[in-house]
């Protein structure tokens, strides 16, 4: 079995993009039966020298959608550190990202096979931009998200991070 450049991004991407859906509404919910601010969340930091998790959020969907649109264009800029978004914000750009990722063709992304990506850093060709920079940075965030709403007392488990599951029956 091959697995293409699209399987090995966008497809992995897809499915934790819906598993931090999934967590954010679990998130949500233990907030509103216990009353706690959503706005505690967005705030909160495993250590005080880490970014909150609106921060994480932001890079999750940086590192997909925005990732997959700058190899497509051969440059890639990361998104903005800084933006002011609620809960309900983050929400929007989780499923923002994954609709977008949703109309990328698998043909598009397995043709930028050798193809240059430039960053503000470092120039990669365009699979080595996928696999060594995005993906790990992407997995980074999101399991810091997710490690946020654990400590928050959030009820999430390692079915809710690995999300929907491709198995054959």
């Not at 991407?13 to 509103?32: I, M, N, P, T, W």
């Not at 601010?37 to 959020?57: A, C, H, K, S, W």
């Not at 946020?148 to 991070?161: A, E």
Request: aromatic share 10%; proline share 5%.
């Amino acid at each position: 079995m091959s697995v293409s450049l699209y399987d090995a991004s966008v497809g992995r991407f897809l499915q934790s993009l819906g598993a931090v859906s999934g967590y954010l509404d679990k998130g949500r919910s233990h907030c509103e039966e216990n009353k706690i601010d959503l706005n505690e969340i967005v705030e909160t930091r495993l250590y005080p020298d880490m970014l909150p998790f609106r921060f994480q959020i932001i890079q999750v969907a940086s590192h997909s959608l925005s990732a997959v649109k700058g190899a497509l264009a051969g440059e890639y800029m990361p998104g903005p550190a800084a933006e002011d978004l609620d809960y309900q914000g983050l929400q929007d750009l989780v499923a923002k990202a994954e609709s977008g990722l949703r109309q990328v063709s698998a043909g598009a992304v397995n043709g930028l096979e050798g193809n240059e990506v430039k960053t503000p850093w470092w120039t990669f060709p365009a699979e080595g931009f996928l696999m060594s920079f995005s993906l790990p940075s992407f997995y980074f965030h999101v399991t810091t998200a997710y490690d946020i709403l654990r400590h928050k007392g959030v009820p999430v488990g390692k079915m809710d991070y690995l999300g929907e599951l491709q198995i054959k029956t």
